[in-house]
């Protein structure tokens, strides 16, 4: 529908008049009665299934011209009656209402996707118009669609001229609109936040406690689910979410803003709930549906997949390394992933052109983390986008947007354009929910807004919960697989269904590189497992007790079963949903899809959860058979089923992979003096898929420096084996004072490689520092006493995060310092110098880690006694140069205080912290 267009009002139509049209795979009415409370319609959209159509019925009171709409599931009342209306700053459109017309229509829309749970789509749904004005001439039409599975409604409003065109602005102060759920329904609610990132609860409609509640909102009615949500949201409005009185079965939809203006004619966004019973709910493509079709004209270049992603494996640490980035794409590399996120940190650095050029030779594409405002003007996303995509980036995860305002979505908007033009994918964190935009922009990958895996503490309950809510209205960001991280609640096999449970176009795997590789049948399943789907059903489940789904791809199912269950069990599976061997599934209880002998055969490979780790099992059988799979706490099983096929014994599809190798170099960092030696090794290793050929490893020095045993060369390094060398870098007598670069490189050549191709390269660096004589640098003396705001002080790099060694370069306004202490306010750290040295100098300021506001004030103690005190230090500020005397003093402290906003990003820097020997010439 887009933004919609209010269209001349229909003639007026006797209310007892039906208006029908039809499809082949329903019927569609929309009928009115007269009473004397009032003027009722009914908009129907019957199911080709008996006992299942939904009906919703639009009253108008008599008495004072008010609306209420409510609806049912064949005779069930699953939404009872609630308010209609809307308030715009000329007029109170929620009373005083009479009708102009009505008219009906039946919608049908053939779409594909490029991600979600069916990639090809026909949408089916009955259209009822209806045009309301009240005694002044204030009027809207209120449009109700009806389908199989749910109903939605929005308001239609005309710009303040009064006419069809755009003809002036409209300004909505408030929606009267509700949902009136049964008081005793069960309810799944999220108390509301702008990032949706809360646990779900149970309890009931009216039980709930007073609040603003999220959504998506699932309800039970009876046998019948309900679930609240919004669709077709963007900059021309703004987001909403439900408000909940205490004792009542009322939600009423509470916009984010107090006013909303856009141009008129103003299309509101769906009122929308999905209904039926919980494979509707899940199955359902209602919110993509009813949103505005693609405006994309050329997709050929969106690619969903799977990401190696590193935060839960190394935090910001691992962001700022270009060692670790590097290791994760040879990761990506060896199985087939497509792509490889760089979360925050990595701005601070100046390597990614070289990451994004050492991940294209090797097929893997990159993904970069922003924050939202470092795009929140044209100008900056002309220069940002502009950059990454000459630099060669896939996309971007952004993030922190934390906001349902107009204005926010008006960001959106842009956005998505601006992202879209330069052909760049969009994984967006600190998020709305998704509202239709996968449909419109099919480059969003996926969307956060959701308690996930990063939270280290989802409970069973919330896991198996997700699937009925969160997952239903679009792709979920979840990012499981972080076996290294935190406090998981599933089972190994019930963490591998998640791959299948959760849908998203992006898979954001987030375990380390070693937990992965101890885990092989997890490795084997996660490289098959596709991220988009042709079809999905659920096999069986229930909110916060379990979920068991199957998805096809192509002509293999991928089976995934997770469960909240305290203990053993034993999880069966009827195989009913298989169809003919052609991998797509049969019509439920028609009897296609069998063959000769009571049908097909097809290989299924259950992982599950062993005493020692995952185990894997084959088995072949057809469509009449049940999966019977022994399951623990908290456990659950993944599975992949295909055509049995004589002479094949596995499912699996080859893989293009290269060999996943290791390059080391040892010592990471050194000390030297003038005309002395350096002991160096560098080692290639083939960790797996071997073998490599013509492999080398060579050792290079600085200009004017040696190397003794530099190279060393193999013909080919199978799978296990390693290529070293042993050299000996001879420092001249006339080195520079400061850090020097050794390099360790290897170059190789993958196995079936084209010829002529050139070979793999990598590189490491080992730092040697060749001290002035005459000085001492603080972080090479032992500290007597030390503490720090966040994790512990760091000596020759930036403070980091909470572990010891996760900073990176102490870098302040661009000038990195080879030497020096990273801390955090409020911190200190004291050394003992027994009056041996006579000056201490530093270049002092906030590191350009630092992606907040931050003030810091640095002081210099001798004997507890403050020597030197700087302003407020703010990250805009260049280093301040500090030379302190010491003479005599017997203990040095180095303290940082806040500078009075708080500590959060107080990320303080001693550049080149050094101290002078009392009694030495060092001209």
Not at 331 to 343: F, I, K, P, Q
């Amino acid at each position: 529908m887009g933004l919609g267009s209010l269209t001349p009002p229909a003639a007026a139509v006797d209310p007892g008049t039906a208006l029908a049209g039809s499809t082949s795979a329903a019927t569609s009415t929309a009928s009115g009665t007269t009473g004397t409370s009032g003027t009722s319609w009914s908009v129907t959209h019957k199911a080709a299934e008996p006992g299942g159509a939904l009906t919703a019925r639009l009253q108008l009171d008599a008495a004072d011209g008010t609306l209420s709409l409510g609806v049912r599931r064949g005779g069930a009342t699953v939404l009872e009656p609630a308010p209609v209306g809307i308030t715009t700053d000329a007029a109170d459109l929620t009373s005083g209402l009479r009708l102009r017309g009505h008219t009906v229509r039946k919608v049908t829309e053939r779409y594909s996707t490029t991600t979600g749970k069916q990639r090809d789509r026909t949408a089916r749904m009955t259209e009822a118009r209806f045009s309301f004005a009240k005694a002044d001439g204030a009027r809207f039409d209120l449009v109700v669609r009806v389908s199989d599975d749910g109903f939605a409604y929005r308001y239609v409003l005309p710009g303040k001229g009064g006419g069809g065109e755009a003809d002036g602005e409209v300004t909505v102060l408030e929606e009267a609109s509700a949902f009136q759920v049964p008081d005793a329904a069960t309810a799944w609610l999220m108390p509301y936040t702008p990032n949706y990132e809360r646990p779900r609860t149970e309890t009931t409609a009216a039980g709930a406690a007073a609040g603003d509640y999220g959504y998506p909102s699932l309800f039970r009615v009876d046998t019948s689910y309900v679930l609240l949500t919004e669709s077709d949201v963007d900059g021309r409005y703004a987001g909403s979410r439900l408000a909940h009185p205490a004792g009542s079965g009322r939600y009423t939809v509470e916009l984010a803003d107090e006013r909303v203006t856009s141009a008129g004619p103003l299309a509101t966004p769906w009122r929308t709930a999905v209904i039926g019973d919980l494979a509707t709910i899940t199955e359902s493509t209602l919110v993509d549906d009813l949103a505005p079709g693609s405006r994309m004209a050329d997709t050929s270049w969106i690619r969903p997949g799977k990401v190696a992603w590193s935060w839960l494996a190394g935090f910001g640490a691992a962001q700022r390394s270009l060692e670790t980035q590097q290791r994760f794409v040879d990761y990506s590399a060896a199985h087939g992933w497509e792509y490889t996120l760089v979360d925050d940190g990595w701005k601070t650095e100046d390597w990614m052109p070289q990451l994004i050029e050492y991940a294209q030779r090797r097929g893997v594409k990159i993904l970069l983390w922003m924050h939202w405002t470092d795009l929140d003007t044209a100008a900056e996303r002309e220069e940002t986008l502009g950059r990454v995509k000459a630099w060669g980036a896939s996309g971007l995860k952004i993030d922190f947007m934390d906001s349902d305002t107009q204005e926010r979505f008006r960001w959106y908007d842009d956005i998505l354009k601006a992202t879209a033009e330069r052909e760049l994918l969009v994984n967006f964190h600190g998020s709305t929910i998704p509202h239709g935009i996968q449909r419109t922009w099919p480059h969003v990958m996926s969307m956060e807004a959701v308690y996930g895996a990063e939270q280290s503490n989802v409970s069973l309950t919330d896991v198996t919960t997700l699937p009925f809510t969160r997952n239903v209205v679009g792709s979920m960001d979840y990012t499981p697989m972080g076996f290294q991280f935190g406090a998981r609640n599933t089972s190994e096999a019930a963490e591998l269904a998640l791959s299948v449970v959760y849908e998203s176009g992006f898979q954001n795997f987030a375990g380390s590189v070693d937990a992965y590789r101890s885990r092989p049948e997890l490795e084997r399943f996660l490289d098959q497992v596709p991220t988009v789907w042709d079809e999905t059903r659920l096999l069986s489940g229930h909110p916060g007790d379990g979920a068991t789904f199957a998805r096809r791809n192509g002509d293999r199912w991928f089976v995934g079963d997770v469960s909240a269950a305290d203990g053993p069990a034993t999880r069966r599976v009827p195989l009913d949903f298989l169809g003919n061997g052609n991998g797509k599934s049969s019509d439920k209880g028609s009897g296609k899809g069998k063959g000769k002998g009571g049908g097909d055969r097809w290989r299924a490979e259950v992982l599950r959860d062993g005493p020692d780790g995952l185990v894997r099992e084959s088995r072949v059988t057809d469509r009449h058979g049940v999966l019977t799979v022994p399951t623990t706490a908290g456990g659950g099983f993944a599975a992949v089923i295909c055509r049995a096929v004589p002479g094949r014994t596995t499912c699996d599809r080859p893989v293009d992979r290269l060999p996943l190798t290791a390059l080391s170099a040892t010592p990471k960092r050194a000390e030297a003096d003038q005309g002395t030696t350096v002991d160096v090794e560098g080692a290639l290793r083939v960790e797996d898929f071997g073998p490599v050929r013509d492999a080398e490893v060579r050792v290079s020095a600085p200009r004017g420096w040696t190397v003794t045993d530099a190279t060393a060369r193999a013909d080919e390094l199978a799978t296990g084996a390693a290529l070293r060398t042993r050299a000996v870098v001879h420092v001249p007598s006339d080195a520079a004072y400061g850090y020097h670069d050794v390099v360790v490189s290897s170059s190789y050549r993958a196995p079936g490689g084209r010829p002529g191709t050139a070979p793999l390269r990598n590189e490491r660096t080992v730092r040697v520092f060749v001290a002035p004589p005459g000085v001492d640098y603080v972080s090479g003396l032992p500290f007597a006493a030390e503490r720090n705001g966040w994790g512990p002080v760091e000596r020759d790099t930036s403070n980091g995060e909470n572990s010891g060694g996760d900073g990176g370069a102490l870098r302040i306004r661009g000038t990195v310092y080879d030497r020096g202490l990273g801390m955090h306010a409020e911190g200190e750290v004291s050394v003992d110098l027994h009056g041996s040295y006579d000056r201490f100098r530093a270049q002092v300021g906030v590191d350009d880690e630092v992606s907040g506001a931050a003030t810091v004030v640095f002081e210099v103690l001798g004997d507890g006694q403050l020597l030197e005190r700087t302003p407020v230090l703010t990250p805009a500020d260049a280093a301040r140069a500090l030379d302190v005397d010491v003479s005599g003093v017997e203990r040095l402290t180095l303290r940082v205080t806040d500078g009075g906003d708080g500590i959060n990003y107080d990320h303080a820097d001693w550049g080149d912290a050094l101290l002078h020997l009392a009694n030495t010439d060092t001209t």
